[in-house]
């Protein structure tokens, strides 16, 4: 993808690769951790009937300058100040983004704003059953690239050679895995948009419990799980590209969700 493709809002958060005004809806995308909009705005080439917006965190791809943020709370409030977010919409968020898609939908409602029209959560289980880990965010720079690649696979040669060029790339993943770390789900009311869940057959630390978000909607909830790992869609683009089509297709014409009257804000960690 060349920088020419990729066109910037007055938002930095903000990137879509191909503009759609008249579409019906809009599909936002929140990345995993330490992933940026990029990998989710080539998306837009297999989802031709929604106009797709990735969401670009700070201290990653464009922003990799900026400082990042380290805990759910701040992150939430600044998606919801920073992004002007025209509906009708969705939202999709894979791993990490997965939770921040959910607590974005929670903090709208709190805000007695319009929400998504469906939340799509890929490869984490429902929060709930979210488990920080070990404190991998506390790692030194090569501990933390050799746990990456223990878990993902090798990287690209030059963050082992350049001590600088991999600190700098893994501030971002530094900052997420902070985030997962700190968070702790807090009891809040079901949503009432659909809930379309996704994840891999493989993926054996998430994909026990990705079927218990369907206690997180009034609404419809689908489940769709296919070969492969935790990045199982960079094998089967198609496939998960059709399927969403198809679902985003139905969706689009839905009410958009508002919440009723404000009371106490949920607590996010």
């Not at 019906?24 to 990029?38: E, I, M, Q, V």
């Not at 790992?229 to 198809?246: I, T």
């Not at 009723?260 to 607590?267: M, S, T």
């Given at each position: ?152 696979g090798p990287l690209p040669p030059e963050l082992h050679e350049d001590p600088e060029l991999s ?103």
């Amino acid at each position: 993808m060349t920088p020419a493709t990729v066109r910037p809002t007055r938002s930095p958060w903000l990137l879509c690769r191909r503009r759609r005004p008249g579409a019906p809806l809009r599909l936002y995308c929140f990345p995993h951790s330490g992933g940026s909009a990029g990998e989710y705005l080539r998306w837009s080439d297999g989802l031709d009937q929604v106009e797709l917006w990735g969401i670009q965190p700070p201290g990653r791809g464009s922003r990799l300058d900026d400082p990042p943020l380290t805990s759910m709370t701040e992150l939430v409030h600044a998606v919801v100040e920073e992004i002007d977010l025209t509906g009708p919409f969705a939202f999709v968020g894979h791993s990490l983004g997965a939770l921040v898609a959910y607590e974005t939908a929670l903090a709208l409602r709190r805000r007695g704003l319009p929400g998504p029209v469906a939340l799509i959560p890929s490869a984490y289980a429902a929060p709930h059953l979210h488990r920080p880990g070990p404190p991998e965010h506390e790692l030194d720079g090569p501990a933390l690239l050799a746990a990456i690649e223990r878990e993902y696979g090798p990287l690209p040669p030059e963050l082992h050679e350049d001590p600088e060029l991999s600190e700098l790339v893994l501030a971002g993943l530094r900052a997420d895995l902070t985030v997962v770390a700190g968070y702790r789900a807090a009891p809040a009311d079901p949503l009432t948009c659909p809930i379309i869940a996704i994840g891999g057959l493989d993926d054996q630390e998430t994909s026990p419990g990705i079927a218990a978000w369907a206690d997180y909607t009034t609404d419809r909830f689908d489940l769709r799980m296919y070969p492969g790992g935790h990045f199982y869609f960079r094998e089967h683009l198609d496939d998960v590209l059709d399927f969403l089509a198809g679902r985003l297709a139905e969706l689009a014409d839905r009410p958009v969700p508002r919440a009723g009257a404000l009371g106490p804000a949920d607590p996010v960690s």
